[in-house]
């Protein structure tokens, strides 16, 4: 990480871990989902707001994975609540899936973290004949939190606590194309390339999150969205980064401290942002390094948000 990212306003900077931005707040009595918390930035997510007394669901598809979690944060922390849910975001059958399973549970929903993703990966369509960045990355969390959202106003109505949804997205959503998004072209393999798949997925993550938090100021919810960037941090998804092959990983010993965060420092800006008192009431926002942040001009698009609004709504159908 760069030695000059010093601490903004919120007294947090990107140095700043997850438990740190938590200290002395307490989410007892809270219930959160968290997508893709079986490893990397995800796990640690979910064991911080756990050790902060919250009710977790991990929503993985690698559910051998998520009970692997839940066992080594049970070690630390005895009296945590961790619950292990199958969801692959790839698939609207699982998610619908997942939706209804958690809601046959009867518990309430006070914060939902879709932070489930992938990156850079080969050109494939999901089992829904949808491009898998943008199945995973976007479609399949707008469905999850569609299915949610009754529960999470219900829950914030009953308890008189706020609701907070939280998108984690990427600066990479800056380098798109020129439209932002190409809506006839996501799934066109001659044009397709993976980090810009994902980029585009990253802007979508942000303009989600813009436009329900608009949509749910005009409805009164007592419910926020807002979305994040978590910094460069080494986890999984990074397995398909070309300098994965190559001799630049030799180096990563060395300089990698000066450039990448680690999952502790990663997972504290969603940590923030689902806890802290200072984000209370804030929606519809961008943060970075538990910063309030400003993204690309085409993230602030109402006009494309709108469209991707009205596209999305069209594939989950």
């Given at each position: 990480?760069?030695?000059?990212?010093?601490?903004?306003?919120?007294?947090?900077?990107?140095?700043?871990?997850?438990?740190?931005?938590?200290?002395?707040?307490?989410?007892?009595?809270?219930?959160?989902?968290?997508?893709?918390?079986?490893?990397?930035?995800?796990?640690?997510?979910?064991?911080?707001?756990?050790?902060?007394?919250?009710?977790?669901?991990?929503?993985?598809?690698?559910?051998?994975?998520?009970?692997?979690?839940?066992?080594?944060?049970?070690?630390?922390?005895?009296?945590?609540?961790?619950?292990?849910?199958?969801?692959?975001?790839?698939?609207?059958?699982?998610?619908?899936?997942?939706?209804?399973?958690?809601?046959?549970?009867?518990?309430?929903?006070?914060?939902?973290?879709?932070?489930?993703?992938?990156?850079?990966?080969?050109?494939?369509?999901?089992?829904?004949?949808?491009?898998?960045?943008?199945?995973?990355?976007?479609?399949?969390?707008?469905?999850?939190?569609?299915?949610?959202?009754?529960?999470?106003?219900?829950?914030?109505?009953?308890?008189?606590?706020?609701?907070?949804?939280?998108?984690?997205?990427?600066?990479?959503?800056?380098?798109?194309?020129?439209?932002?998004?190409?809506?006839?072209?996501?799934?066109?393999?001659?044009?397709?390339?993976?980090?810009?798949?994902?980029?585009?997925s990253k802007l979508a993550n942000i303009l989600h999150a813009n436009e329900?938090?608009?949509?749910?100021?005009?409805?009164?919810?007592?419910?926020?969205?807002?979305?994040?960037?978590p910094g460069a941090v080494w986890t999984p998804i990074m397995n398909h980064?070309?300098?994965?092959?190559?001799?630049?990983?030799?180096?990563v010993g060395t300089i990698g401290r000066f450039l990448v965060k680690d999952?502790?420092?990663?997972?504290?800006?969603?940590?923030?942002?689902?806890?802290?008192?200072?984000?209370?009431?804030?929606?519809?926002?961008?943060?970075?390094?538990?910063?309030?942040?400003?993204?690309?001009?085409?993230?602030?698009?109402?006009?494309?948000?709108?469209?991707?609004?009205?596209?999305?709504?069209?594939?989950?159908?």
């Amino acid at each position: 990480m760069s030695l000059f990212w010093g601490k903004g306003e919120s007294g947090f900077s990107a140095y700043s871990t997850a438990e740190e931005v938590t200290e002395g707040i307490s989410a007892a009595g809270l219930t959160a989902i968290v997508t893709g918390g079986a490893s990397g930035m995800g796990a640690e997510i979910v064991r911080v707001l756990a050790l902060r007394g919250a009710h977790v669901v991990i929503g993985d598809r690698n559910v051998s994975g998520g009970h692997e979690t839940k066992e080594a944060i049970m070690k630390q922390i005895p009296a945590a609540r961790v619950d292990v849910m199958e969801l692959d975001l790839s698939s609207m059958a699982s998610v619908r899936n997942f939706a209804a399973q958690f809601k046959s549970t009867g518990l309430p929903l006070n914060l939902l973290i879709n932070n489930a993703g992938v990156m850079g990966i080969p050109y494939k369509l999901s089992v829904d004949n949808i491009e898998l960045h943008f199945a995973i990355n976007h479609v399949g969390h707008f469905l999850l939190t569609d299915l949610l959202l009754d529960t999470m106003k219900e829950t914030a109505q009953e308890s008189k606590i706020q609701g907070r949804i939280v998108n984690v997205s990427s600066m990479a959503h800056c380098h798109t194309y020129p439209e932002g998004i190409r809506f006839d072209k996501i799934n066109d393999e001659a044009s397709y390339g993976g980090f810009f798949a994902y980029r585009v997925s990253k802007l979508a993550n942000i303009l989600h999150a813009n436009e329900l938090a608009r949509r749910l100021k005009e409805e009164g919810a007592d419910v926020t969205a807002n979305s994040l960037h978590p910094g460069a941090v080494w986890t999984p998804i990074m397995n398909h980064l070309p300098i994965m092959n190559g001799t630049i990983m030799r180096y990563v010993g060395t300089i990698g401290r000066f450039l990448v965060k680690d999952v502790h420092q990663g997972a504290a800006t969603a940590c923030y942002i689902a806890l802290h008192p200072q984000v209370k009431g804030v929606t519809g926002k961008y943060f970075s390094n538990c910063n309030l942040s400003k993204p690309w001009p085409q993230a602030t698009d109402v006009n494309l948000a709108n469209k991707l609004w009205d596209f999305t709504s069209s594939l989950i159908k």
